[in-house]
């Protein structure tokens, strides 16, 4: 009995030092951010707030939240749209080339992001595109969709085919079929999808670095800034851009959360 | 039954897949408030069949007749007719009242009056009104089987088809839900036709039987004549135990024959078939019009009945089915004679014989 409490407490700290060693690099920067010291040392001896309204209220940073959240977004909806289809196309229905399609789309997974970039850089200059946001949009895409796409045929893979026979049956056009059927019951994981295609824009650099051309998203900014030029703003600017995603991540659980208990009682 | 007019006709029709033929050119005709069962071991083609008559699956060749309209060019979405699927397909997503309401919002009926029908339905199959706004993952087995039924039924088909939806249950409910299904088929005088693979199932439900194999109707009739009157040896033993003797010119081995039996299957060639419950104990003076003597090697207990493995002389075994008040002194090991009139025996005619099966009774 004793023995066990031991083990169990022994496994407990061992639990918390895992967690410390992950978390505390955020503390850490948490702690930068609010330091007044002009450079990067512990231990913080006085503390200020200021580049927390320093960055609120900064047109440079207004500027990097917009392109980096439009980026995002645009990638978030083109990615579930994008992941509810090729998912069908992947899990669901029996076609000529699906075997080669459920192969090809790991590719661009197993690309290292850097060499993606470059490839997708040098690709929009043989097109004679001009990087911009929107090249980056694109580029996201090219590695993000294809992990949506997988993240909904899970969902896909666990569906009852005769469900939309089913309703078929019953008289509903492919359309109804789509709009009662297929559509609801893969809606958990396009929404999972959407989630993780936000903050894996949210957070990209080596894309961005890329194919971004003369604009700047929150993460390029951040690094930049790191090289030269570094002021308590940056380890300011990058929590509240870690901010910004728990909250959208806690955001989506409650509204699961909420839904679920809402359901039964209709 | 009375003579109706088929409601759905069924014409040479024939699937094909890459390098296997699911259905070979099969015909039928059914009744207009008939429950016909379709019956036949996996891969016989029953499936396959039932998809193409609700338009899931289309034909090779042959044509599928609605009353007089082809319905086997028509989509699914378009036929009057309506499927119990064997996995149900209730939407998971959906409350008991929503799924029963389904086809009639697809129709465009008013949430009111969808309702009044949905709460009716559940009086209908038995079922609580205040289900109406639980969730299906709430409903147990037989319950769920009921809410696929009322949906189907608030579709209103002409023809309600089911593909073995009974398959996954406990025995016991089964039993209950057959009695019900057919209870419902009475009440709602629609034309039934379900699938199955249980002989037993299609029995106690349907007023005709249809036996698949191998992408055809072996013999298609009411339950009573399936069972005395099997047209193959694999109608027979589809049925249950049988026991098959070969008769070639009138006689038999190991095959006694009174007289008057010996004279009215004098000559004949072909299968005698017996069931192990035609067959009764012939004590000394007996006499029956076949008989058969051998040692009990086995015996079964089946509660009111007990079963035995009896062999024959020539060394084959036989089975014998008896109540237990008849049952053996001795049990294994003891010898005994047993024996069952000629019209409780059934002779299959070999096919080349005649084309018509005599029976043996006859």
Same mark, same amino acid.
């Given at each position: 009995?004793?023995?066990?409490?031991?083990?169990?407490?022994?496994?407990?700290?061992?639990?918390?030092?895992?967690?410390?060693?992950?978390?505390?690099?955020?503390?850490?920067?948490?702690?930068?951010?609010?330091?007044?010291?002009?450079?990067?040392?512990?231990?913080?001896?006085?503390?200020?707030?200021?580049?927390?309204?320093?960055?609120?209220?900064?047109?440079?940073?207004?500027?990097?939240?917009?392109?980096?959240?439009?980026?995002?977004?645009?990638?978030?909806?083109?990615?579930?749209?994008?992941?509810?289809?090729?998912?069908?196309?992947?899990?669901?229905?029996?076609?000529?080339?699906?075997?080669?399609?459920?192969?090809?789309?790991?590719?661009?997974?197993?690309?290292?992001?850097?060499?993606?970039?470059?490839?997708?850089?040098?690709?929009?200059?043989?097109?004679?595109?001009v990087p911009s946001w929107k090249t980056a949009i694109v580029a996201h895409l090219v590695w993000i969709a294809p992990i949506a796409t997988l993240i909904v045929s899970i969902r896909?893979?666990?569906?009852?085919?005769?469900?939309?026979?089913?309703?078929?049956?019953?008289?509903?056009?492919?359309?109804?079929?789509?709009?009662?059927?297929?559509?609801?019951?893969?809606?958990?994981?396009?929404?999972?999808?959407?989630?993780?295609?936000?903050?894996?824009?949210?957070?990209?650099?080596?894309?961005?670095?890329f194919t971004t051309g003369a604009d700047s998203t929150l993460p390029e900014w951040l690094f930049a800034k790191m090289v030269s030029g570094y002021s308590p703003l940056v380890p300011t600017v990058g929590m509240l851009t870690v901010l910004t995603s728990a909250v959208l991540v806690l955001g989506a659980l409650l509204l699961a959360w909420a839904i679920r208990r809402l359901r039964p009682t209709d | 039954m009375t003579a109706k007019t088929p409601i759905l006709r069924i014409n040479?029709?024939?699937?094909?897949?890459?390098?296997?033929?699911?259905?070979?050119?099969?015909?039928?005709?059914?009744? $207009?408030? &008939?429950? !016909?069962?379709?019956?036949? #071991?996996?891969?016989?083609?029953?499936?396959? %069949?039932?998809?193409? *008559?609700?338009?899931?699956?289309?034909?090779?060749?042959?044509?599928?007749?609605?009353?007089?309209?082809?319905?086997?060019?028509?989509?699914?979405?378009?036929?009057?007719?309506?499927?119990?699927?064997?996995?149900?397909?209730?939407?998971?997503?959906?409350?008991?009242?929503?799924?029963?309401?389904?086809?009639?919002?697809?129709?465009?009926?008013?949430?009111?009056?969808?309702?009044?029908?949905?709460?009716?339905?559940?009086?209908?199959?038995?079922?609580?009104?205040?289900?109406?706004?639980?969730?299906?993952?709430?409903?147990?087995?037989?319950?769920?089987?009921?809410?696929?039924?009322?949906?189907?039924?608030?579709? $209103?088909? &002409?023809? !309600?088809?089911?593909?073995? #939806?009974?398959?996954?249950?406990?025995?016991? %409910?089964?039993?209950? *839900?057959?009695?019900?299904?057919?209870?419902?088929?009475?009440?709602?005088?629609?034309?039934?036709?379900?699938?199955?693979?249980?002989?037993?199932?299609?029995m106690v439900m349907s007023d005709r039987i249809a036996i698949m194999k191998a992408g055809h109707f072996e013999q298609i009739a009411p339950a009573e004549e399936i069972y005395a009157r099997p047209k193959s040896r694999f109608v027979a033993e589809f049925m249950g135990e049988v026991n098959f003797f070969d008769l070639v010119n009138g006689t038999a081995s190991d095959v006694t024959m009174s007289d008057s039996a010996g004279a009215s299957l004098a000559g004949q060639t072909g299968t005698l078939t017996i069931r192990p419950e035609s067959l009764r104990r012939l004590g000394e003076g007996d006499s029956a019009d076949l008989s058969f003597e051998g040692v009990v090697e086995a015996e079964y207990l089946l509660g009111s009945r007990v079963q035995y493995r009896i062999t024959l002389a020539s060394g084959r075994e036989m089975g014998v089915e008896v109540l237990r008040e008849n049952a053996v002194p001795g049990g294994v090991g003891a010898s005994l004679t047993v024996g069952c009139d000629l019209k409780a025996a059934h002779l299959i005619a070999d096919a080349q014989s005649t084309e018509d099966t005599p029976n043996a009774a006859a």
């Open positions: 009995m004793k023995t066990t409490r031991f083990r169990s407490g022994l496994l407990v700290a061992y639990g918390v030092l895992i967690l410390a060693f992950l978390y505390l690099p955020l503390v850490s920067v948490g702690l930068a951010s609010i330091s007044k010291a002009r450079y990067l040392s512990f231990p913080i001896r006085r503390y200020a707030y200021g580049w927390y309204e320093e960055a609120v209220t900064s047109d440079t940073v207004r500027d990097l939240l917009i392109i980096s959240l439009k980026v995002a977004g645009l990638v978030t909806i083109l990615s579930m749209v994008i992941g509810f289809f090729g998912a069908l196309a992947f899990a669901r229905y029996s076609w000529r080339f699906r075997k080669t399609y459920q192969k090809l789309i790991l590719l661009p997974i197993f690309f290292p992001q850097t060499v993606l970039g470059l490839a997708l850089l040098m690709w929009f200059n043989a097109l004679d595109i896909a893979f666990s569906f009852d085919a005769a469900l939309e026979e089913a309703a078929r049956d019953m008289g509903a056009s492919q359309w109804q079929t789509l709009r009662e059927v297929t559509i609801p019951l893969l809606m958990p994981g396009v929404t999972s999808a959407g989630l993780f295609a936000f903050l894996l824009s949210w957070g990209n650099f080596p894309l961005s670095l | 040479a029709l024939t699937k094909t897949f890459e390098n296997f033929t699911a259905l070979h050119g099969i015909d039928l005709n059914v009744d $207009d408030g &008939e429950f !016909l069962a379709i019956v036949g #071991p996996s891969g016989s083609g029953k499936t396959t %069949l039932i998809r193409i *008559l609700v338009g899931m699956d289309e034909p090779t060749d042959g044509s599928v007749w609605l009353r007089d309209k082809r319905i086997d060019v028509v989509p699914a979405n378009k036929r009057p007719t309506c499927m119990v699927f064997q996995s149900l397909a209730l939407f998971p997503h959906r409350t008991v009242g929503q799924n029963i309401e389904f086809p009639l919002k697809l129709r465009g009926v008013a949430p009111a009056k969808r309702k009044e029908r949905a709460l009716e339905l559940l009086d209908t199959l038995r079922l609580p009104r205040d289900y109406y706004s639980k969730r299906i993952q709430q409903c147990s087995g037989g319950e769920k089987q009921r809410v696929a039924l009322a949906r189907a039924l608030a579709f $209103d088909p &002409e023809i !309600l088809f089911f593909d073995e #939806p009974l398959s996954a249950l406990d025995y016991r %409910l089964r039993k209950t *839900l057959e009695k019900e299904l057919k209870d419902l088929h009475r009440r709602t005088g629609k034309t039934f036709i379900y699938i199955t693979h249980s002989l037993e199932e299609a």
